[in-house]
């Protein structure tokens, strides 16, 4: 078989900031429908981070150890019976959360809402830091020839960006402001480029994000400063020539005073769509909402169609997903990577398979001094 000889290596949270390797059994396809996937690389996201962390996130709680990640691409070594359209030894994105297929969200459409939802590194699930994982088959996007299983381990934040970036209804022309430069807002600024939007601005509180976010896609950037959230929005505009403000707002970055100047941002009628998570309860300029006639939208993960548009993007050049990734790192080093990333000094690190080899690699070497100021700051991510 495949599997012979090979390791299914898993990195696992028992409890906040205790994490440890396990060799787990190779999983069993169980579905004719299911595939066996070996596992290639797998990137870090903040809510794994936010996991790692604190051993929670809002009523998700880490009761029992967990598999973390699920940013993931990999190869295929075994399929069900009744799975026509992959083979073993294609290439795959992995979309990470399985629904019900049968309750109204499912049926509707919406299956990113189902409630049961089985989403990987989401208690009570393991997610794909590991060495093989079973899936659904449709539920697996294969790769085109021209992109590569690294940049397809960057699907799965860049389908969040186009489910983000489609509540917001941009049309060619129109103007967008995302706030926060981190990777779901850089990818989101991306996509709305790719959807025609003539100006592109990103905001962050650092000066180096925006310097690589202006490198990457945005027109027009613009530094936070420690300011009402009205003279941020006043500021913003200005610097841009945004005129009576942006046709569309996201926030990618869930800071409170970002989504406060995000308001006061937005034209009258336009769109501004929530894409971070950050507290559960926050001061909100309701009154700029209501007057301004704005339109208001959540967005939880992805749904139906976005995996496929974000591998579309990657194939025809229009969103260059390798400039975010800052090395690899081999499996033994996976929690030196979840320190970097929190460090806040990188973009994007994968963590390469137990059964992959990586020459070189990343220094994970960690500022311990920033790493503690970066703990304290928080924050949760996007999925």
């Not at 409630?115 to 208690?123: I, N």
């Not at 800071?255 to 309860?281: C, F, T, W």
């Not at 920033?370 to 703990?375: C, H, I, N, Q, T």
Request: charged share 20%; hydrophobic share 40%; with cysteine.
């Amino acid at each position: 078989m495949a599997t012979d000889g090979k390791s299914n290596l898993s990195f696992v949270l028992n409890k906040p900031l205790d994490v440890c390797f396990q060799d787990k059994p190779v999983p069993k396809i169980n579905s004719p429908h299911d595939v066996l996937v070996a596992i290639n690389y797998t990137g870090i996201c903040g809510s794994d981070v936010h996991y790692w962390l604190h051993g929670a996130i809002g009523h998700f709680v880490v009761k029992d150890p967990m598999v973390l990640g699920h940013e993931s691409a990999g190869t295929i070594v075994a399929v069900g019976d009744a799975v026509k359209t992959l083979s073993v030894g294609d290439r795959v994105a992995l979309e990470p959360g399985y629904p019900c297929r049968r309750c109204a969200q499912c049926l509707s459409g919406h299956y990113n809402l189902c409630p049961g939802m089985q989403f990987a590194a989401t208690p009570p699930y393991d997610g794909t830091l590991t060495g093989f994982w079973t899936a659904p088959a449709d539920f697996c996007y294969k790769l085109p020839e021209t992109v590569s299983l690294q940049e397809g381990a960057l699907i799965e934040p860049l389908a969040v960006a186009v489910h983000i970036t489609k509540q917001a209804k941009i049309q060619p022309g129109q103007t967008v402001v995302v706030m926060g430069a981190g990777p779901v807002g850089l990818l989101c600024a991306a996509v709305a480029k790719a959807y025609g939007a003539s100006k592109v601005v990103s905001v962050d509180i650092i000066q180096s994000k925006l310097d690589f976010a202006r490198s990457f896609t945005a027109t027009h950037t613009y530094l936070s400063q420690r300011v009402s959230p009205e003279e941020n929005a006043r500021n913003i505009i200005a610097a841009a020539d945004l005129g009576e403000g942006a046709d569309a707002v996201i926030d990618a970055s869930g800071a409170e005073p970002s989504i406060q100047a995000a308001l006061h941002v937005v034209r009258q009628g336009g769109h501004y769509v929530q894409g971070g998570m950050g507290k559960d309860n926050i001061t909100f300029p309701i009154m700029a909402l209501c007057i301004k006639e704005v339109t208001a939208s959540g967005s939880f993960r992805y749904g139906s169609g976005d995996y496929k548009l974000a591998i579309q993007l990657v194939e025809q050049g229009k969103i260059d997903v390798k400039k975010l990734v800052n090395g690899v790192v081999a499996f033994k080093d996976a929690e030196e990577a979840f320190k970097k990333v929190k460090e806040g000094e990188v973009i994007k690190i994968l963590i390469a398979g137990p059964n992959e080899k990586v020459e070189g690699g990343l220094d994970t070497t960690v500022d311990e001094k920033k790493l503690e100021e970066a703990k304290a700051n928080g924050g949760s991510g996007c999925c």
